[in-house]
């Protein structure tokens, strides 16, 4: 039986019709006593924590209009989401836009609130990188606040771990830092991949590594660094994992719609091909963040954003069908 509902497209087109994550039914018009949502998507239109280019507060946006292009059925992993996940667009966190704490703080309210607390798994699609920390923290306590934290799986061209900015602690350098002191993420079962430089100080490192987390620098990725991916995935086994996804991992050639830019990094069929390699993963919580659309009147960042969410979804119900 399907258990997303969705709009037949040969009936109702994809370019008609009110405006949801890959044309999810919106959760507010979901009836009470239906079956427990498997996922809750959430937009947190949020750019205040940014060091450099604003506009992610579009992202949310953004990226449902273009995930109205997103089918159900996934070649390479023989699955069809909708007929295995139960999935809904619970629409946008209320933002507190010019302040990083505050938001965090409004963020984990909203999401608290959200689906059924130990069985709906939270994908929030940002916004700047900050918001990371808000998803983490509400999926963390709905997943009964596990003592050591989550495992953590993080695509970006930046670590995340910067103790301040400005003497801000809550922006979108930091939110890895404030997660690891909380206990939120078990540094040690993290894995950060697609990391690239220039960075201002080798320093910039020090953090990460000194917490053991692993990196797999783009380069190291070019050479042969994939095998640690895997390795990663098959040590952790069936820990519960947040999956964490900054477009800017991504070369600027394929998304240039994001605000702190890193020449080089993944194609798109090679970071697609990298979050299906991680079939297995025990993946609780998940966001895809930094995604700014002024910057790309083409689209095409946020195209990938939309199919970087499915392809997130395709993980879960690839292990709810094994
Ligand atoms: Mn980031």
Not at 1 to 27: E, N, S
Request: overall charge negative.
């Amino acid at each position: 039986m399907t258990k997303t509902i969705l709009p037949d497209p040969r009936q109702f087109p994809r370019f008609a019709g009110v405006v949801t994550f890959c044309r999810y039914p919106l959760l507010q018009l979901i009836p009470p006593k239906s079956p427990p949502l498997d996922w809750a998507l959430y937009g947190v239109p949020f750019d205040g924590g940014v060091t450099y280019r604003p506009g992610a507060r579009f992202g949310p946006r953004a990226v449902r209009d273009a995930s109205q292009y997103v089918k159900r059925y996934s070649i390479e992993h023989d699955v069809d989401v909708c007929e295995v996940l139960s999935m809904a667009d619970a629409g946008d966190a209320p933002v507190s836009p010019y302040d990083c704490k505050e938001n965090a703080e409004r963020v984990v309210e909203f999401a608290a609130g959200v689906g059924e607390a130990g069985h709906t798994k939270l994908l929030a699609v940002g916004g700047d990188h900050s918001i990371a920390y808000a998803n983490l923290r509400a999926t963390w306590e709905r997943r009964g606040r596990p003592t050591g934290g989550l495992a953590c799986v993080h695509f970006d061209s930046h670590l995340d771990t910067v103790d301040s900015v400005w003497g801000e602690k809550w922006g979108h350098a930091s939110p890895f830092i404030r997660a690891i002191e909380e206990g939120l993420i078990d540094p040690k079962r993290m894995i950060s991949i697609g990391i690239k430089g220039p960075l201002n100080t080798k320093a910039d490192l020090d953090y990460a590594r000194d917490n053991g987390v692993r990196i797999v620098t783009h380069g190291d990725w070019v050479r042969g660094g994939g095998a640690e991916i895997a390795a990663f995935v098959k040590e952790i086994g069936e820990a519960e994992a947040y999956l964490t996804f900054d477009i800017d991992c991504v070369d600027p050639a394929f998304a240039p719609g994001t605000g702190t830019l890193c020449p080089g990094g993944f194609s798109s069929t090679e970071v697609l091909g990298i979050l299906r390699s991680l079939a297995g993963l025990n993946v609780v919580g998940a966001d895809v963040v930094e995604v700014l659309p002024d910057r790309d009147p083409a689209g095409i960042t946020a195209f990938l954003a939309a199919h970087v969410v499915f392809e997130v979804l395709c993980l879960d119900a690839v292990r709810k069908t094994r």
